[in-house]
């Protein structure tokens, strides 16, 4: 490799990943969200993940495909037994009962000593690449981009704009959120699970409810519309601190004020285009 | 054809001059990576100021290396994702030899592994947290770590002040108190003291009133605190307010050893006992010339933050010299040998890169705003 190329990749190493790896959760929020559903809990599901691909490869060893299997599974699992109680909240009530679970994780990570505590885990090998991070996201893209357009598509799209009346429509209410939900643990413990594999040490606090806000945010700056929106808006929030560095003592004041202007303007998000749908009338006539 | 060959040759001499003096002045950067925003910035700010201080003298008295000696500075905002991309940034970027900082052990976990990585030394001025010079042999730290200074103010509470019971109060969601928690813990079971109650807290709480009812009612002779300036303030502020006696000190870590506590706190901070290496008051000359350069300069005290960089620039500027070249490998080689003697008292780095003597360390407390030796 070139040396110019290697410093680059060196120099900008932590930023490419954090890109890749925030993509994937921004992805994660938009499945829950594509519902109409607020919730919070991502940032856990992430922290989940990491943890436990973090204390598989130190601990056991296992092999990385393994470990990423494992990392995609136990937060399903966490999802599915949260799922069915917490479901049946809506709005606002959703979100505060899952930045509850969170938390709840969070102190539980803190205080167990299997964690490492508030010290956290660190001397955790690098197994995580360009690969493995942007397979997945590129994966995740094209599966959501066919679901977007199918039927599954459509029904979410019914259940965000009125829930009642798609329920009323015969859409399987419970089923979707639940699935919405489990699909959106594995996408986030995947994540943790990557970024704790390129970054060498976790921590309970990096999975808080400052990140749960941030993944968020990726997905509403962005747009929901289709799966691309919240991947672009992760996109911007992780580069602006960086590309805005030169500024040094302005660089948050700047941050902060082109992601309220984007809100204030754009409203539905960056990318408010929706994506087609498989067999729609196109209005040419048949 | 005599002369214009002769103009040619002189113009390109002319050049050749010009170039080896911009070479002689391109000065020889370093990295620092410290917290310049954001909530912890006090810190970082000291630390920085002291650098800068200590650089004004080392150019005065002609850099390294026949060049000026040049600090890079990088934010890391006390987030471990900016302190890393700052790191590659220095690294990868702007190709320094040797990186200053991060300011928090935390930070340092997450950059060291870097710096190791690509064998550039790392000189952490303030992470004070175990384990810290084991991430890797490229490395150092020139701050105590806690568990050289905490057993020297725990031994003197109870020599001087007949501390027997204590209550311990750590804030269990950072690497810093808590390691300076476990810490405290081994030294109090050292000294045989009793715990009557271990009690726990975020580092972002404000409300610390059912901690200290708890304990209140359990009538310790002192409370063992291992916090950062917010936190510990606070619980001095609420200590106050639920009427625990000022005869119950409050015995810090070194987080609490800072002049920003007085400044929150007030008069509730009178009394806190904590341990530093460094301290203002200390009479030698070279400690009373770096006090008053620093107030000259900033207008205002330096805390032991400001002293341990300003100490550090100079080491690092020393084995900057003594490697003879701005060569990482060679400066790491010289960093192990440099022998200093600054406002801290003797200085030199032990086989495993941690600070070497701890003669100096002094216990102080808090009187009408001010720290002063405890007599």
Redesign the interface.
Known sequence: MPEFLDDFLFTYQTLIYALGVNGLLALSMYVVLALGQLSLGQAAFMGLGAYVSALLTVKLGLPFPLVLLAAMLAPALAALCVGAPTLRLSGVYLALATIGLGEVQRIFFINSELTGGALGLSGIPTKGGLISIYGSLALALIAFAFVARSKIGRAMEAMREDELAAGALGVDLPAYKLGALVVSAMLAGLAGALNAHVSSFISPNDYGFDAAVTILSFALLGGIGSPFGPVLGAFILTLLPEVLRPLADYKTVVNGSIIVLAVIFMPRGLLAWRMGRAGAATGRPK | MITRRFALAAASLAAMVYAGAAAAQTPVTIGAIEI???PNNKYGVAIKNGFDLALEEVNKAGGVLGAPLAIAY??S?GN???A??AA??L???KKVPLILGPTLS?EM??VG?IAVE?KIPIVGTSTT?NGITA?GPYVFRTSLPESDVVPVTLRTAKEKLGVKKVAVMY?????F???GYDVMKAAIEKLGLETVTTETFGGKDTDFSAQLTKIKSLNPDAIVVSALVEAGAGILLAKKALGIPDSVRVIGGNGLNSPQVPLVAREAADGTLVGSPWFIDKPDAANQKFVADYKAKYNMDPDQFAAQAYDTLFIVAQAIKDAGAPNAEKIRDALGKVKHNGVMGPFSFTPDRDPADTSGVVVIEMKGGKFQILK
């Not at chain 2, 804030?171 to 690497?175: E, I, P, S, T, V």
Request: hydrophobic share 30%; charged share 30%.
């Open positions: 310049l925003t954001g990088e934010d905002a471990k994702d900016q890393l991309n590659r940034q690294i990868g970027g935390n976990f997450a592994p690509r947290a991430i804030g269990n969601d950072d690497a108190t808590k390691s």
